[in-house]
């Protein structure tokens, strides 16, 4: 089994959000208690399946949904220049730091990239808890539709 993570704070966790419901993949994490994201209020579709996270300050839901997370997917326009994003390299410092599988992808990530990637995601209790997320400000065109993608691929591996 698959479970989505993410926190509800950028568009490509929005579409990363759809893409599991589409697949029929379990969705969990924490949002922001002011249930807000970088976009504004969280569609009710999102918040209802997000905790409210106890902690305040803008990382605190990232942080507490990184607990839960056996691996880190960091969806990004483009995976060259990735690490230039603060946000981007705290999310990777973090998944370093517990020793967590991730893997970065962008618009021309494959199927055929994520299937070996994904046979190292450890699962805990017979799930893989895979959190997806982009850096702050990833409203780019194409961000809600690369992460819906390539999470409904993971339906498929």
């Known amino acids: 089994m698959v479970l989505i ?28 208690a002011e249930r807000r994201d970088e976009l504004g209020p969280l569609p009710p579709d999102i918040a209802e399946r997000l905790s409210a996270c ?26 060259a220049v990735a690490i230039r994003r603060r946000s981007a390299t705290w999310i ?3 998944a370093r730091a517990k020793g967590l599988p991730y893997r970065i992808c962008d618009a021309n990530t494959g199927i055929y990239e994520i ?13 893989r808890c895979i959190m997806v997320t982009g850096p702050r400000a990833t409203r780019w065109n194409a961000g809600e539709a690369v992460a819906r ?8 591996l």
């Open 5 to 32: 993570l993410h926190s509800g704070q950028t568009g490509v966790e929005r579409g990363a959000h759809h893409g599991a419901l589409a697949a029929g993949l379990a969705v969990a994490g924490y949002m922001r």
């Open 115 to 127: 299937g070996p990637w994904f046979e190292t995601v450890p699962a805990r209790d017979g799930q």
């Open 54 to 79: 106890p902690d305040r300050g803008h990382r605190a839901a990232a942080s507490a949904t990184l607990e839960l997370a056996t691996a880190v997917l960091l969806v990004v326009p483009d995976t």
């Open 149 to 156: 993608r390539i999470v409904k691929s993971l339906a498929f």
């Open 92 to 94: 990777l410092r973090g």
